[in-house]
């Protein structure tokens, strides 16, 4: 699975940024998507994933205000960043797993443990 992300770059705090996520080379599976992000110094952190039946989670500090969605026919992931704050600065990353169907129901492994990564992409905000 390749991941590459774009959109990134250096907002003022109040405004908005979309994350797009381009994913090639994976099967049709029960595949979990997900947003982390790492500021300098601090540890990785889970953004925003989608389960393979689109429900979405959110950190506590982005509810309400970032948006997670995934365009199938585009093999496209997303993230929506609304109101930016200067502590949303981080180098954000794509991710992507295959879901844990074992039990019947899929659920995702933690966003931090997914197999496939992309190469981040810089959020700034002023």
């Known amino acids: 699975v390749q991941l590459v992300e774009s959109g990134g770059g250096s907002v003022q705090a109040g405004g908005s940024l979309r994350l797009s996520c381009a994913a090639s080379g994976y099967t049709i599976a029960p595949y979990c998507w997900g947003w982390l992000r790492q500021a300098p110094g601090k540890e990785r952190e889970g953004v925003a994933t989608i389960a393979p039946d689109g429900t979405p989670t959110y950190a506590d500090s982005v509810k309400g205000l970032f948006t997670i969605s995934k365009d199938s026919a585009k093999d496209t992931l997303y993230l929506q960043m609304n109101s930016l704050k200067p502590e949303d600065t981080a180098m954000y990353y794509c991710?992507?797993?295959?879901?844990?169907?074992?039990?019947?129901?899929?659920?995702?492994?933690?966003?931090?443990?997914?197999?496939?990564w992309g190469q981040g992409t810089q959020v700034t905000v002023s």
């Open positions: 991710a992507a797993d295959l879901g844990d169907c074992s039990t019947g129901d899929c659920y995702c492994h933690p966003a931090n443990d997914f197999r496939y």
